[in-house]
């Protein structure tokens, strides 16, 4: 199979490998820094409406196969392929003529982010769960959206060279998000509890949920306040049918005339690369209720330490990419996110076991970490700058709708084969997109080499 002619997506013409002081110097570098916060308003309604959700429907009752299918409001995420040539050429009145075409779109997202999160609050799952679903929707579908403008304004905010650190501040403030997210919300409502009350207490919920809902004002200030990147001018559509052709037909016919029968392959790794985390991550939550781990534990743990691991595995990441290449550090974050699957297995069997948590917690996440900063800077390599919004929703939704449809059923396999064989099987999930990363690297522009 024929390799592509490789295509550069970035403004600027520089191929120069760089430094190693300036591939430190390009994170402080003011497009990087503007990622570390829009990384953290990406970060932080994600858990909100899966993992730390899930903590929240399990403390009041809900039953651990319904939090598995409501799993499923992250499908959202991998369907917004379909509204992203909107996102990518519709202007929104007045705001586009403000903010320009990305900072508008992102603005709008996450102001109905915080109105979601609000309606979150304001419902308990106890008594009506329905209500909370529909509002954790509202998050779901405007946080995809604000993904399909962010990583557009990525892409557009600097050279291909520079991506791999662009991915790496964006996974720092996506991170620190989602310590706020997870062992923020746990912490808030557990003080916000009243002493000597039933375990379940809502409005300690309602108060952490809000307090996530402001939280989201760290984005919508950066748009604000700060400049939109120099993307290609949108010509103007004389006709609804040359509308569709430019926005919708033309990113997709673009990407498989660039790469052929090799669209093909990347398409399969895209779509199966980060399956094993995906699936596992769905249950852990309730792995560690049923194994006695606290709240405290579980947040100090799993939500901060466990989160600074992955930003040391993102820093690793970025770096590793830009020295030794985005392919060879994608394949050895496929090995490693694999095999500490295996680990929750075996800390299955250790029963309330701190130190275990740490070790398997730390190995986790450095992979996880790892591995995302060179899949982040990989799909990147691989959009055009003139359909950048469109062609990366493709990637992005193709790399959840699998993972996310299977981790449905999670709870439901937990209860009839245990956690063990669950994490067993998630490890076992990841050998495939292992063996297409080969395959993938050998027919690779050099430019990912």
């Known amino acids: 199979m024929n390799a592509p002619q490789s295509h550069d997506n970035s403004p600027s013409p520089s191929t120069a490998k760089l430094t190693w002081l300036q591939t430190l110097k390009v994170y402080t570098e003011a497009p990087t820094l503007r990622m570390l916060s829009l990384g953290f308003s990406a970060g932080l309604p994600l858990l909100l409406v899966l993992g730390t959700l899930s903590f929240w429907l399990r403390e009041a009752g809900i039953n651990r ?94 050279d291909m060279q520079r991506q791999p650190a662009l991915a790496a501040a964006y996974q720092t403030g996506y991170r620190i998000a989602m310590i706020w997210a997870g062992a923020g919300v746990l912490k808030i409502a557990a003080r916000a509890e009243v002493a000597d009350v039933a375990n379940y207490q809502h409005a300690a919920w309602q108060v952490a949920y809000l307090v996530m809902a402001a939280s989201m004002l760290v984005g919508v200030l950066t748009v604000l306040f700060t400049a939109e990147p120099a993307g290609r001018e949108m010509p103007s559509a004389k006709n609804l049918a040359q509308w569709l052709q430019t926005a919708l037909i033309e990113p997709f016919t673009d990407f498989f005339s660039r790469y052929k029968l090799q669209a093909a392959l990347i398409l399969a790794l895209i779509a199966i690369y980060r399956i094993s985390d995906v699936v596992m991550g769905i249950m852990a939550n309730p792995f560690y209720v049923d194994m006695g781990y606290s709240k405290d534990e579980v947040a100090n743990i799993t939500k901060v330490y466990g989160v600074v691991m992955t930003l040391l595995g993102a820093f690793i990441g970025g770096v590793l990419s830009m020295r030794l290449g985005v392919m060879r550090v994608l394949a050895l974050g496929a090995l490693l996110s694999a095999g500490s699957n295996l680990l929750f297995a075996w800390l299955g069997t250790r029963g309330h076991d701190v130190q275990a948590l740490i ?91």
């Open 65 to 158: 196969a319904t939090i598995g299918y409501l799993s499923w409001i992250g499908l959202a995420y991998g369907f917004k392929w379909c509204w992203a040539p909107l996102v990518d050429r519709l202007p929104i009145p007045v705001l586009t003529r403000l903010l320009g075409r990305r900072r508008s779109w992102l603005l709008l997202s996450q102001l109905a982010i915080m109105a979601g999160l609000v309606g979150m609050a304001l419902n308990d799952p106890k008594l009506t769960l329905m209500p909370v679903v529909w509002c954790a929707l509202v998050v779901a579908f405007a946080s995809a959206t604000q993904d399909i403008a962010l990583d557009a304004f990525r892409i557009e905010s600097a």
């Open 359 to 449: 070790w398997v917690i730390s190995a986790d996440n450095l992979a996880s970490g790892i591995a995302s900063a060179a899949f982040i800077a990989y799909l990147s390599s691989l959009t055009n700058i003139q359909y950048s919004a469109t062609q990366y929703a493709l990637f992005t939704s193709m790399m959840l709708l699998l993972p996310k449809f299977i981790a449905g059923f999670s709870g439901e396999f937990v209860n009839r084969f245990g956690y063990q064989n669950f994490f067993i099987g998630t490890a076992l999930l990841g050998v495939p997109s292992l063996l297409l990363v080969v395959l993938a690297a050998r027919a690779a522009p050099a430019k990912t080499q």
